[in-house]
Nanobody, 118 residues
């Protein structure tokens, strides 16, 4: 089992920044792809960005150039630096850990709210 705990969400104005953190426990995540997803009110959960243990990333077009994911394998922690935030970035952001070996080992955090508004 893997437990994921997100933190760092909040209310900011357009153009400001936030940094989300996801602390993982329960298992070494060297064979997991880590990622951030988000779900806006009335919308479906969508990919924001993923990162492999080797540092390969995959960003959604909507956040390229504004968001940066990083990963500390020793600390089992993933970060999402969000700059130049827009109102359309408002959503609940979820951390995800997906095993590269066993497909059923796919874990989610409880989510953290990010609100971008004047």
């Amino acid at each position: 089992q893997v437990q994921l705990v997100e933190s760092g969400g909040g209310l900011v104005q357009p153009g400001e920044s936030l940094r989300l953190s996801c602390a993982a426990s329960g298992r070494t995540l060297s064979n997991y792809v880590m990622g951030w997803y988000r779900q806006a009110p009335g919308g479906q959960r969508e990919l924001v960005v993923t990162i492999t243990s080797g540092g390969r990333t995959n960003y959604a077009d909507s956040v390229k150039g504004r968001f940066t994911i990083s990963r500390d394998n020793a600390e089992n922690t993933v970060y999402l630096q969000m700059n130049s935030l827009k109102p359309e970035d408002t959503a609940v952001y979820y951390c995800n850990a997906r095993s590269l070996i066993i497909a059923s080992m796919n874990y989610w955090g409880q989510g953290t709210q990010v609100t971008v508004s004047l």
